[in-house]
């Protein structure tokens, strides 16, 4: 008779294949933003923003049907932990700001709906007696902003959303400490190399908002 078969493939009962590599461990997660699949970096990312997320309320303005898909990729696992509400009108928007019974802790908005004077709403926001200084996440398509939106907004995810990127600004406004202490364990050397095609820069910020975190305004979206 043959020699007898190493590792798991002489426990097998006959007849049968030896299981696929990697068969008992979870799935990588696979990042939205990137070619290539998953990094350590996004899955470190991702579990912080779910103990971030947890019990807060989202407030979105979108009317577009991408966007709010885009969203709900980014919440979707966590979906029962967070309450998140879309709305499709400033007019609709305002209701639940002022509503007493009603606290958001973040503000996603999209640039791109219909008929949205940005400027001008940006401005009001912050003259808000309750939510002048909430995180607001901007989702564009252009990446020429004006300095209102630099200056107000805490965050910007361009078109088309990512899920990496957008908890990744959602974690960015709710716990930037945990953001900045992942990115400071992760030298250059160290980083994935898919990581060079992203594009993210630093702008100033003059609002409370990004001055209350000790960091500016962040500008995070796919490679073309």
Not at 3 to 27: F, Q, V, Y
Not at 38 to 63: C, P, Q
Not at 99 to 115: F, G, Q, R, V, W
Not at 159 to 177: K, N
Request: include cysteine; charged fraction near 25%.
């Amino acid at each position: 008779a043959g020699a007898a078969g190493t590792g798991s493939e002489a426990a097998l009962p006959r007849g049968r294949s030896p299981p696929p590599p990697d068969w008992d461990r979870p799935p990588r997660l696979v990042s939205t933003s990137r070619k290539g699949g998953g990094s350590t970096r996004d899955m470190v990312i991702t579990k912080a923003f779910y103990r971030a997320i947890a019990g807060k309320s989202v407030l979105v303005l979108t009317d577009r049907v991408e966007s709010r898909k885009g969203v709900m990729r980014a919440l979707q696992s966590a979906i029962t932990d967070v309450d998140l509400l879309f709305v499709k009108s400033t007019t609709d928007l305002w209701q639940r700001l002022n509503a007493a019974k009603e606290h958001y802790h973040a503000l996603i908005l999209d640039l791109s709906k219909a008929e949205l004077q940005v400027d001008a709403f940006l401005k009001t926001v912050r003259q808000h007696g309750r939510y002048n200084r909430i995180p607001i996440v901007v989702l564009s398509s252009d990446r020429d902003l004006s300095e209102t939106v630099r200056a107000n907004c805490s965050f910007v995810v361009f078109q088309p959303v990512s899920a990496t990127m957008l908890r990744e600004g959602l974690l960015w406004c709710l716990d930037r400490r945990a953001l900045q202490k992942r990115d400071r364990q992760t030298s250059p050397e160290r980083a994935p190399p898919e990581a060079a095609s992203v594009p993210s820069l630093f702008l100033s910020g003059s609002h409370p908002v990004a001055s209350q975190m000790t960091a500016p305004m962040r500008l995070v979206g796919a490679a073309a």
